[in-house]
């Protein structure tokens, strides 16, 4: 019969060694193995609190996992050679296991005061990198509501209530008002209280009060599947957060020469003012566009400009140039100018970008097949339409080629 191994985990928050015994190593899935322990300080995945990290003999571990009642330690196979049954020195990850424990002591706190202030019930929670969301039964939390949610965890988080664990049994689950409903297992049930704050059934760490939360932001709230999903932080990822929010708004402060309280009102006037710039600009690009258009047609058409057409052949009048200074935008906007001007296909090339843009707006012909076998020839990449067509190259001369393959 396999030994179960004894978890520690609730009562065991440190980086100091921890000595266990290595009972079993065995083959996992898709090149990892899984190690069992007579007892671990390892948190396993569940409950919305993702698992522990840290090492067994110095073998970083990958995941930790509960499976038919047996916790298992997940590591590399490679690693697995470094490992033996018999005595084991355990690290925990405590910085990690920290942010956990806060945050989900956090939602707990959060959970319940949404409850007790709105009557909406929290029916799920994710426990980010980044950010923590809590998905509540409502479908809407106004702003003002958040605001004063948030207001009231603080007052409890500096109120320091206990955070009290209960086994059930021996203690009887039914005295306790849940805020969920009770698990259909067999075993002892943890029921995590907040003195006068909430009660839940959990199986997941927590703190020994609401103090050691420091605080607990809101950060936003969204519609999702008919409920609002609550994000939130807590403890030293509020501070991670506010020094980087400061930092960004000094950065503002300094490039817009206001200060910190205003330099929202000066980012929208900005975004005012430089709306109106674009708007100029795109007026004088558009402007010069056509200025250069027409120069182009003019150097190509000839006496039968007006029609575009060749004297011999019926076929399109074919207009090529290729510009040293000009990217691809500008590129594009000189072809659709030109392309009103006059009935040709017009080729237009970047150099400095290595690309080109074709444009017909002669009736009825389909400039693809030329395009596309000039395009293979000259080791290019591109596709396009009937009337539009573009393309790249990886060398400036294939590029020449091609073009001068098309005219």
Known sequence: MRMKTIPHYYDYNSAEPFKAAILEIRPFAADTSAVTLDATIFYPEGG?????????????????????????????????????????????????????????????????????????YTLSMHMGEETCTIDVDAKELPVETLVAVEDA???????????????????????????????????????????NCDFSPCCGTHLRSTGQIGVLRVLDAEKYKGMTRVYFIAGRRVLRDSRLLRRNADIISRALKAPVAETGAGVLALLEKTSKYEQKLKFFQEEDAMRKAKALVAAFAGADASSGMENTGGKPRVITASFMDADMEETLRIGKAAQSLVPAVLILASEPEIKFAAFSSAH????????????????????????????????????????????
């Not at 522990?52 to 590591?75: C, Q, S």
């Open 48 to 120: 919305g609190q993702p698992a522990d990290r840290g090492a067994i003999n110095g073998v970083p571990l990958l995941n930790v996992i509960e499976k038919n009642h047996d916790i298992l330690h997940i590591i590399s196979r490679e690693n697995a050679a470094k490992l033996a049954p018999g005595a084991a020195e355990l690290a925990l990850d405590a910085e990690r296991r920290r942010d956990h424990t806060v945050h989900h002591t956090g939602q707990h706190l959060l959970s319940g005061t949404i409850l007790r202030m709105t009557g909406a």
């Open 153 to 195: 965890v603080q007052t409890a988080i500096e109120e320091d209530h206990p955070v009290i664990t209960h086994l059930c049994p021996p203690e009887n689950i039914t005295a306790f008002p849940l805020r969920k409903q009770i698990p259909q297992v067999d075993e002892v049930i943890r029921v995590v209280e907040i003195q």
């Open 364 to 407: 009825g012909f389909d400039m693809r097949s030329t395009l596309k076998a000039a395009l293979d020839a000259n080791h290019g990449r591109g596709g396009g339409g009937p009337s539009f067509f573009q393309g790249m190259f990886e060398k400036l001369e294939d590029l020449h080629t091609f073009i001068a393959a098309v005219r």
